[in-house]
Nanobody
Framework: QVQLVESGGGLVQAGGSLRLSCAAS????????MGWFRQAPGKEREFVAA????????YYADSVKGRFTISRDNAKNTVWLQMNSLKPEDTAVYYC???????????????????WGQGTQVTVSS
């Protein structure tokens, strides 16, 4: 199985940028569909961004489209989430996730992901 560790969170002013990293170990991320989710206080964990199974396509939540970019380097076994033009409503704990089952359903369903990191806090001040 794969282990995931997120880093890069912090406190940033509105309009600023952060780059989150997800370092994987145990197995190569090329064996998984990789994604990012987030959970704000009192809210459900929601989809942010993901790769297709092939890794050739990317998907984004409407709320982050045009501001966030997901990327990966299989050789480094790492996935990143570049977040620009941050807004206070982006404040949340951000989680990296890995899906091992090609039959697990749409990329935006958190139930389809099998492995999760511990999360990294992102706080955007107004």
């Amino acid at each position: 199985q794969v282990q995931l560790v997120e880093s890069g969170g912090g406190l940033v002013q509105a309009g600023g940028s952060l780059r989150l990293s997800c370092a994987a170990s145990g197995r190569t991320i090329s064996s998984y569909r990789m994604g990012w989710f987030r959970q704000a206080p009192g809210k459900e964990r929601e989809f942010v961004a993901a790769f297709s199974w092939s890794g050739g396509s990317t998907y984004y939540a409407d709320s982050v489209k045009g501001r966030f970019t997901i990327s990966r380097d299989n050789a480094k076994n790492t996935v990143w989430l570049q977040m620009n033009s941050l807004k206070p409503e982006d404040t949340a704990v951000y989680y990296c996730a890995a899906d091992r089952d090609t039959n697990s359903g749409p990329y935006y369903l958190r139930s389809g992901y099998d492995y999760w990191g511990q999360g990294t806090q992102v706080t955007v001040s107004s």
